[in-house]
């Protein structure tokens, strides 16, 4: 793995007075360089922090950028073991196998989220991109601290929708009439979005349980706004028995998202123009591509997917359904997947008696996942053992107050 000397965006130190987690001095359990001595298991939180989004930039450290990576994995080894149950290391399927190795659970997006929502651990270190960390941090109690080791580990798909754009579009669909609307934002959202959802009566979902989420929607207004993703809408409503026509897409870059008011009146789905730029790169040509190469194979893709791949796969869910669909796999099988390379390469090493390989021949990597490295693992954990706190990610009271609705509608009904 190449080393980045990234720009962070927070280092802070672990402070009462900034209402963040206290950490008593303390240090790897081999009395390691970078730490002073502590008794495992000696962490101490200050009384009920409060949730801020204070940042400071910071730089990955020398110590951390430059050294071997051998080196940096014996130490956040180190630094793990001397954490104990202080810590909690959770990591997405597409994390690369070196932080995979430090994970105490892995998962797709409600997975972890589950894990988050469950844990009693002071520190939460989530291995995956902001948003996760974003969820996770809501769904935990406000003295327990969410640390992602790069900040810049963001989802550019999550991007695409700014909470602004929604309310304009809100309002859009509020003139334009026809019946009530209820907002779904996928997890790939930023909290901002999340807490419009809760407050207008909306829920999150994930991949793996959109469906339900559709159908709690329909049950209780006219008309879906579901966001950011096209693609998971769109897969996910067809595959409910809903025609493309009764589609649009709101574009947010146009005036009135590109469509007319009885447009939007008369759509029962209203899907933003958001998208993951790693699955799009998925086509129908590789499928065909592989079909011709291998017929007896089967090609299995992730509903980020465009609808002409997810139309032309065997099967489609979310990165834990195709995890499960590989182990029940029977031996000598052949599988295509459309997901990010990491998981794909990951799947293929663990079922050494399937061919299993990515339906693209150019690598579909998710750049933003990848930035969690060695280097970064190792600074977030030695830091929690050194009695800092670094890249905390803190949602802001208000936010996650309303944010936190649509997450537990989603956990109930899910
Ligand atoms: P999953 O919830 O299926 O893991 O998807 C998250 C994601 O970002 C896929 O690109
Ligand atoms: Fe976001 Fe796509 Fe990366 Fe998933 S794979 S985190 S949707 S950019």
Redesign the pocket.
């Known amino acids: 793995m190449g080393r980045r000397a990234a720009t962070v965006q927070s280092s802070i130190r672990a402070d009462p007075s900034r209402n963040l987690p206290l950490l008593q001095p303390s240090s790897v359990d081999d009395g390691g360089p970078q730490t002073e001595p502590r008794e495992a298991g000696a962490l101490a939180l200050a009384p009920v922090p409060v949730k801020t989004s204070a940042t400071l930039e910071a730089t990955l450290p020398d110590d951390y950028a430059l050294a071997p990576e051998e080196d940096l994995l014996a130490r956040a080894a180190r630094a793990r073991r001397s954490l104990g149950d202080d810590a909690l290391v959770l990591a ?3 994390q690369c196998d070196e932080v995979v190795a430090f994970a105490d659970a892995t ?4 997975k972890l989220a589950r894990h988050a929502a469950r844990s009693r651990s002071p520190f939460i270190v989530f291995c995956g ?1 902001h948003f996760m960390a974003e969820t996770a941090d809501i769904l935990t109690r406000p003295d327990q601290a969410v640390i992602l080791p790069d900040l810049a580990a963001g ?1 550019s ?1 999550a991007d695409m929708a700014h909470v602004r754009q929604v309310e304009d579009c809100w309002e859009a669909l509020r003139e334009a009439g026809g019946g009530a609307t209820v907002p779904i934002t996928y ?2 959202s930023s909290a901002a979005i999340k807490a419009f959802c809760g407050r207008h009566g909306g829920a999150v979902c ?3 349980n959109a469906r339900r989420l559709i159908e709690w929607a329909l049950g209780r207004g006219e008309r879906v706004l579901f966001l950011p993703d096209q693609h998971l809408g769109r897969n996910t409503a067809h595959a409910m028995g809903h025609p493309l026509e009764s589609m649009v897409v709101w574009d947010p870059a146009l005036s009135m998202g590109g469509l007319t008011p009885g447009a939007l009146r008369a759509a029962r789905f209203v899907l933003w123009k958001g998208h ?1 730029s ?2 799009t790169r998925f086509t129908l040509e590789d499928v065909h591509r592989f079909r011709a190469a291998h017929p007896e194979g089967r090609v299995l893709v ?1 509903p ?1 997917c465009t609808f002409d791949v997810v139309q032309a796969a065997d099967c489609w869910g ?4 195709i995890r499960r669909v590989l182990d029940e796999a029977e031996p000598g099988s052949t599988w295509a997947i459309g ?2 390379i990491h998981l794909t390469n990951r799947l293929a090493s663990e079922h050494p008696d399937k061919s299993v390989r990515s339906l693209s021949p150019v690598m579909c990597l ?1 750049a933003t996942m990848y930035r969690i490295d060695p280097p970064h693992l190792c600074w977030a954990l030695e830091s929690l053992v050194r009695g800092e706190v670094v890249h905390r990610v803190s949602v802001p009271t208000e936010v996650a107050a309303e944010a936190v609705v649509a997450l537990e509608r989603m956990l109930e009904i899910a």
């Open positions: 997405h399927h597409y998962g797709d997006s409600f991109v989802c798909m997890m790939n994930t991949s793996s993951c790693v699955h992730h980020e979310s990165t834990e359904y997901t990010e998710c």
